[in-house]
């Protein structure tokens, strides 16, 4: 259990490290939109995330 | 097209249908670009999937342009303005989802603030907003194209519900002042009623203590 955890923030920590990666290369290359450069982008894999936070809140309570 | 107008494949009628469909089509790619601009100066995020939407459409576009029959032109053109919609879908859903996330953030500032006094109707409004939510994050991958007019809908009714909320803040920061102040005022006369009742004792104590002497 104990190494299934710390194998999960490991996969955590290289996925937040390759996703700063992108950003960067992103932000090198792109010319033209201010928000790319600066990495201020959306892919669809953030705004699932997004999605699933605001399903788990309850606007009712 | 350019082609087809070219080659003399085309009937005035057909021709005229076309001409149309390029019309409707460009307006639906306006409005997708618009929204697309709109979504990613609001959210300050470009939301990529939408961009590529953008492209797709381009490119059966551009595929309309040099089509060699007037059928294969309609099915590009076609395809084009699906994708046109899919975009406006996408874009919106991010700006709907932008503004749940600014009410969230209000619910969790007045938490502990009654909020019924300035906005009355709060238990309906509160109800709608989980029907919007509810809307967009039901899964949907090739309904878009259906529902890109009710996402648009839905946008401008949670952008001024968002409104109203952010508005009444300054009139919920007073009512917020005024409990606090209130219950500082009452927990000081709570205080001092204490140290009346201890000043009491301890003075009731004393006298009995000199009588005795």
Redesign the interface.
């Known amino acids: 259990m104990k190494s299934n955890n710390e194998s999960n923030v490991l996969m955590e920590k290289k996925a937040t490290k390759n996703s700063a990666i992108v950003k960067n290369i992103v932000s090198r290359f792109t010319r033209g939109n201010v928000n790319l450069q600066m990495g201020n982008y959306l892919t669809k894999k953030d705004q699932d995330a997004r999605k699933k936070v605001l399903e788990q809140y309850d606007f009712l309570s | 097209m350019i082609n087809l107008i070219a080659r003399g494949k085309l009937t005035p009628k057909t021709q005229k249908k076309l001409s149309k469909l390029f019309v409707v089509v460009n307006e639906y790619y306006k409005l997708a670009e618009q929204k697309v601009k709109l979504i990613?100066v609001l959210?300050?995020?470009?939301?990529?999937?939408s961009v590529n939407e953008l492209r797709y459409a381009g490119y059966h576009l551009s595929k309309a342009t040099v089509a060699n029959t007037h059928k294969t032109a309609t099915r590009e053109l076609n395809k084009a303005l699906k994708h046109c919609k899919r975009a406006i879908y996408d874009a919106i859903?991010?700006g709907i989802?932008f503004y749940?996330?600014v009410?969230?953030l209000f619910?969790y500032d007045y938490r502990l603030v009654v909020i019924t006094p300035i906005i009355p109707d709060l238990t309906a409004i509160?109800?709608r907003?989980?029907e919007i939510?509810d809307f967009?994050?039901k899964p949907r991958t090739n309904e878009r194209v259906a529902f890109w007019e009710e996402c648009t809908q839905l946008f401008i009714e949670i952008q001024q519900i968002a409104a109203q909320f952010e508005n009444s803040r300054e009139e919920l920061n007073k009512i917020s002042e005024q409990h606090r102040i209130e219950s500082q005022r009452h927990r000081h006369s709570t205080i001092l009623t204490y140290v009346g009742i201890i000043i009491a004792i301890l003075v009731s104590v004393l006298t009995i203590i000199y009588t005795h002497e």
């Open positions: 990613e959210d300050n995020n470009l939301y990529i999937p859903e991010v989802t749940l996330e009410l969230k619910f509160k109800i907003i989980s939510r967009i994050t």
